[in-house]
């Protein structure tokens, strides 16, 4: 069975710090994704990642997948209260298409 | 361009009874997926329709079901609701089969009494 694996599960810090959510694996993705979601919505699709070694930036957030596309991280540099929720990767395995899901990071920001 | 809309919002119910659940994609999408999302066990995959056939199926009993229309329009059904079956529904579309990318709606709250 393929996992995803988040870490931390949940972490709270104050506002301007910065911080790193870990998703890792033992297997395979052609392809991984980062979500946010928002108590009582769907998550939002934040970012692809494709290539191995590939590094993406979305304002003060860096994406990072794993050279062996097995692992990915997501850094946020002076966090914001806006960017509290909960984080979700998903990786689209080697073998389908169908999306294999990580727990999630729950992550509050305190002004 | 409408993002994907789910229906009812909110919806509560009766151990017994049963819930249909409905989810409008995004234009042209022809993919849809229906997650079940509970604070103890996160995302799980509930089923993926794609041009009116279901591609996946996730471990779910057989009480959980669905089915998609010519227009691209998904309805999951639960029947015999358990308590265990409250959770947030979530309907997610993407343009063609083996799509990656999931754009989600705002899911139905589903809560059993």
């Known amino acids: 069975t393929q996992l995803l694996e988040q870490s931390p599960q949940f972490l709270s810090i104050q506002e301007g710090e910065n911080l790193t959510v870990y998703c890792n694996s033992s297997s395979v993705f052609s392809s991984l994704q980062w979500y946010r979601q928002e108590p009582g919505e769907g998550p939002v699709l934040l970012v692809t990642?494709?290539?191995g070694g590939e590094v993406k930036k979305l304002k003060r957030l860096t994406f990072q997948f794993g050279d062996a596309r097995k692992d990915s991280s997501l850094h946020i540099t002076a966090a914001q209260p806006g960017d509290t929720g909960l984080y979700l990767c998903?990786?689209?395995?080697?073998?389908?298409?169908?999306?294999?899901w990580g727990a999630g990071t729950k992550l509050i920001i305190k002004p | 361009k409408a993002g994907v809309t789910q229906t009812p919002r909110y919806l509560i119910k009766t151990r017994g009874q049963q819930v249909t659940l409905s989810c409008s994609p995004i234009s042209g999408h022809r993919s849809v997926s229906w997650y079940q999302q509970t604070p103890g066990q996160g995302l799980q995959f509930l089923f993926e329709y794609f041009s009116e056939t279901q591609r996946n199926k996730g471990n779910f009993p057989g009480r959980f079901s669905g089915r998609q229309f010519s227009n691209s329009r998904s309805e999951m059904n639960v029947s015999t609701l358990e308590l265990g079956d409250s959770a947030l529904y979530l309907c997610?579309?993407?343009?063609?089969?083996?799509?990656?990318?999931?754009?989600f709606g705002q899911g139905t709250r589903l809560t059993v009494v």
């Open positions: 997610a579309s993407s343009f063609v089969k083996g799509d990656t990318e999931a754009f």
């Open positions: 990642v494709v290539t």
């Open positions: 998903a990786g689209a395995p080697d073998s389908n298409y169908q999306l294999i």
